[in-house]
């Protein structure tokens, strides 16, 4: 159990860097595509809340509103 554990929080953790990397870049098209996967993936985890926050800031900060509010109502599940 701790095994499969320790693996899902290091591959959560990998797609919330892609997640980090992608805003840090400014590419948001990368930034949904990384987060959808996160939230996918790995949606019970607080890797992927944490990047539905990352994902909605960088989205609204690129002026897609409508999708960064989409995104941190994904983020609250």
Not at 2 to 8: A, D, F, T
Not at 11 to 38: C, K, T
Request: no cysteine.
């Amino acid at each position: 159990w701790n095994l499969w554990k320790n693996r899902q929080a290091s591959q959560a953790s990998a797609l919330y860097s892609a997640v980090e990397q992608a805003a840090q870049g400014q590419d948001l098209g990368r930034v949904e595509r990384a987060f959808n996967d996160i939230r996918d993936q790995f949606g019970g985890t607080a890797y992927a809340q944490q990047a539905g926050l990352l994902a909605a800031r960088a989205l609204s900060d690129g002026g897609k509103a409508d999708a960064a509010k989409a995104e941190a109502s994904r983020a609250e599940r």
